[in-house]
């Protein structure tokens, strides 16, 4: 059994770890997901739908709203952008909001590698005026 310890201290360890895998001495637990994700492969093939309460989230006594700008988004990317959105709407994943709102958070997306882009909410703002329970 090995123990991991941090330190500030320049301290050279006794085995590296090419001597470690070369001696076999490290199990690699990451396998264990790829499992469970190739044996299970139906349970991560799209969005699940886990049937939960709606839940009222309580805004702070005093808070200020915020309406933050959109982020700029390259526009080579604005119809992917588009779709993603359209698709997110019609799986009831987002709505979309005509109505004025008191927060307004930005989006911003990554490049999934097979090409599709990811949203990514932003909501610093509004979870500093929720109250916690």
Not at 105 to 133: H, M, S
């Amino acid at each position: 059994m090995f123990a991991i310890v941090r330190t500030n201290q320049n301290i050279i360890p006794v085995l590296g770890l090419p001597t470690i895998k070369e001696f076999q001495l490290l199990k690699r637990v990451e396998t264990i997901q790829a499992d469970v994700s190739t044996n299970y492969k139906d349970l991560f093939q799209d969005i699940g739908n886990i049937k939960i309460e709606p839940y009222d989230f309580k805004l702070r006594e005093k808070y200020q709203t915020v309406v933050s700008s959109p982020r700029k988004i390259p526009f080579q990317l604005m119809d992917k952008l588009k779709v993603e959105l359209e698709k997110l709407e019609e799986q009831e994943i987002i709505i979309k909001v005509t109505d004025p709102s008191e927060f307004v958070n930005p989006i911003i997306f990554v490049t999934k590698p097979n090409k599709n882009i990811r949203i990514c909410l932003d909501p610093q703002k509004l979870n500093a005026a929720l109250l916690r329970e």
